[in-house]
């Protein structure tokens, strides 16, 4: 069982920055990736940013450039750090972490959710 404890959201205004956290804690060992998504009001639950063990980093075209995904893995923690925010950035931001099922494929856990508001 992992836990994942997410902290850091908040109201900023539009061209502001913003970092987030992810706190995880349980059977670490089992965890190969993790990342953030976010979903907006209306909207699918869309993948912002993952990182894999072995070190690759993936984003979703809306964020590159502005968005970095980070890892201490000392304090199994997990990190976005949003610069240049949009109002169209605003949404909850979900901490997912992912390891692989003994039945083949691979199984996730998630955070509770942190509301992050970018106003205009």
């Known amino acids: 069982q992992v836990q994942l404890v997410e902290s850091g959201g908040g109201l900023v205004q539009a061209g502001g920055s913003l970092r987030i956290s992810c706190a995880a804690s349980?059977?670490?060992?089992?965890?190969?990736?993790m990342g953030w998504y976010r979903q907006a009001p209306g909207k699918q639950r869309e993948l912002v940013a993952s990182?894999?063990?072995?070190?690759?980093?993936n984003y979703a075209d809306s964020v590159k450039g502005r968005f970095t995904i980070s890892r201490d893995n000392a304090k199994n923690t997990v990190y976005l750090q949003m610069n240049s925010l949009k109002p169209e950035d605003t949404a909850v931001y979900y901490c997912?972490?992912?390891?692989?099922?003994?039945?083949?494929?691979?199984?996730?856990?998630w955070g509770q959710g942190t509301q992050v508001t970018v106003s205009s």
């Open positions: 997912n972490a992912r390891r692989p099922s003994w039945i083949g494929g691979t199984y996730d856990y």
């Open positions: 990182s894999t063990n072995s070190g690759r980093s």
């Open positions: 349980g059977s670490i060992f089992s965890i190969n990736a």
